[in-house]
């Protein structure tokens, strides 16, 4: 089964600065009663940030917070004063046991910063800690990449939460299949370009939810870039999914 949600369906923040869209999950709130979210995958946000700006603060407790920086580059300071430069490629794990403290903004005097940020479900037993990684184009280029999983291995990021997210930059024409193992369900994002999820057109924005299935199929009707999540369901979190 799956359930789409367009790139229109998304909540835009009622600022001009910067835009944000919300596939779910908002900043007036802390967790996925704000908007429909997807298991423990509770906010996903796209932001285009114009230079010298910065990002409003939130505050969020026993988080765990990943961004993905897909143009330009965001400057950040942590709760702890450790200062530093995600660029275009880069991916960064961030959490902690008390409210998040991390400051993030632009510092290019020229060009925004575009990003994708996601927020799993607090858990108790998140493990405080800030990972980075950069992983290049090529390194994704048609195939699903594993890029953060809850089982520890060299060159990724960890998640507490049983979460693994892959992500690939997909020629035109080119084929892509993800296996979901029994108990496993699986959100696909398109960060560009367009793409065939089963029988679904998606173009950028869009989501797709996908259930009850053996498998994720992804075809790039244009050369195109996705994240999926491979997300552990739960017998209590059956019933929390995102709608068509």
Same mark, same amino acid.
Request: glycine share 8%; charged share 25%; net charge negative.
């Given at each position: 089964?799956?359930?789409?949600?367009?790139?229109?369906?998304?909540?835009?923040?009622?600022?001009?600065?910067?835009?944000?869209?919300?596939?779910?999950? =908002?900043?007036?709130? #802390?967790?996925? +009663?704000?908007?429909?979210? !997807?298991? %423990?995958?509770?906010?996903?946000?796209?932001?285009? @940030?114009?230079?010298?700006?910065?990002?409003?603060?939130?505050?969020?407790?026993?988080?765990?917070?990943?961004?993905?920086?897909?143009?330009?580059?965001?400057?950040?300071?942590?709760?702890?004063?450790?200062?530093?430069?995600?660029?275009?490629?880069?991916?960064q794990r961030v959490s902690s046991?008390?409210n998040r403290r991390h400051r993030?903004?632009?510092?290019?005097?020229?060009?925004?910063?575009?990003?994708?940020?996601?927020?799993?479900?607090? =858990?108790?037993?998140? #493990?405080?800690? +800030?990972?980075?990684?950069? !992983?290049? %184009?090529?390194?994704?280029?048609?195939?699903?990449? @594993?890029?953060?999983?809850?089982?520890?291995?060299?060159?990724?990021?960890?998640?507490?939460?049983?979460?693994?997210?892959?992500?690939?930059?997909?020629?035109?024409?080119?084929?892509?299949?993800?296996?979901?193992?029994?108990?496993?369900v699986a959100w696909l994002h398109?960060?560009?370009?367009?793409?065939?999820?089963?029988?679904?057109?998606?173009?950028?924005?869009?989501?797709?939810?996908?259930?009850?299935?053996?498998?994720?199929?992804?075809?790039?009707?244009?050369?195109?870039?996705?994240?999926?999540?491979?997300?552990?369901?739960?017998?209590?979190?059956?019933?929390?999914?995102?709608?068509?």
């Amino acid at each position: 089964m799956i359930s789409v949600r367009r790139a229109a369906a998304r909540q835009l923040e009622p600022v001009a600065v910067p835009q944000h869209w919300h596939t779910f999950g =908002s900043a007036k709130g #802390t967790s996925a +009663h704000d908007g429909p979210g !997807f298991h %423990v995958l509770e906010h996903l946000d796209e932001v285009q @940030l114009p230079p010298d700006e910065e990002l409003p603060h939130r505050s969020f407790a026993r988080a765990e917070w990943l961004t993905y920086v897909l143009e330009g580059s965001l400057s950040y300071e942590d709760e702890h004063g450790q200062r530093g430069v995600l660029r275009a490629g880069g991916f960064q794990r961030v959490s902690s046991a008390a409210n998040r403290r991390h400051r993030e903004w632009n510092l290019c005097r020229t060009e925004n910063a575009h990003f994708f940020q996601c927020g799993l479900r607090a =858990s108790t037993e998140t #493990t405080p800690g +800030h990972q980075e990684r950069h !992983f290049s %184009v090529a390194a994704r280029r048609n195939v699903l990449c @594993l890029v953060a999983s809850p089982a520890p291995a060299r060159g990724i990021l960890r998640f507490d939460q049983d979460v693994r997210l892959y992500s690939a930059c997909i020629d035109a024409g080119h084929h892509l299949v993800h296996e979901l193992t029994a108990g496993r369900v699986a959100w696909l994002h398109v960060i560009r370009g367009s793409v065939k999820v089963m029988e679904e057109e998606l173009i950028a924005g869009d989501g797709a939810a996908v259930s009850a299935e053996r498998a994720v199929s992804v075809t790039a009707t244009e050369e195109a870039e996705v994240l999926l999540f491979d997300v552990g369901e739960h017998p209590t979190q059956a019933g929390n999914g995102v709608a068509a």
